[in-house]
Nanobody
Framework: QVQLAESGGGLVQPGGSLRLSCAASQSGYAIGWFRQFPGKEREGVSCISRFDGSTYVADSVQGRFTISRDNAKNTVYLQMNSLKTEDTAVYYC????????????????WGQGTQVTVSS
């Protein structure tokens, strides 16, 4: 059983930055970040492979969000820059023994989520 804990969410003004952290009790092959808007399905944001460091970023955040990892700490980070009001959502990290996928059901373990609010 992998336990995941997100942190780093909060309130930020448009154009600002936040860094989310996902601390895992142990790591699978990949950790991903997802977000969920009110009344919407959870969607993939970014993913990193623990095996070879390959990263994937959704088109909607390309050029603004960067994913990175610290394997020694079993922690994955999501650096979010140039935040927009439409980035407001609950952000979740997830772990899988498989490869990076945007399919929510392909992920084995989930954190409790952290709220990110972008507002002036």
């Amino acid at each position: 059983q992998v336990q995941l804990a997100e942190s780093g969410g909060g309130l930020v003004q448009p154009g600002g930055s936040l860094r989310l952290s996902c601390a895992a009790s142990q790591s699978g092959y990949a950790i991903g970040w997802f977000r969920q808007f009110p009344g919407k399905e959870r969607e993939g944001v970014s993913c990193i492979s623990r095996f070879d460091g390959s990263t994937y970023v959704a088109d909607s955040v390309q050029g603004r969000f960067t994913i990175s990892r610290d394997n020694a700490k079993n922690t994955v980070y999501l650096q979010m820059n140039s935040l927009k009001t439409e980035d407001t959502a609950v952000y979740y990290c997830a772990d899988t023994e498989g490869l990076c996928k945007w399919v929510v059901t392909a992920w084995d373990y989930w954190g409790q989520g952290t709220q990110v609010t972008v507002s002036s």
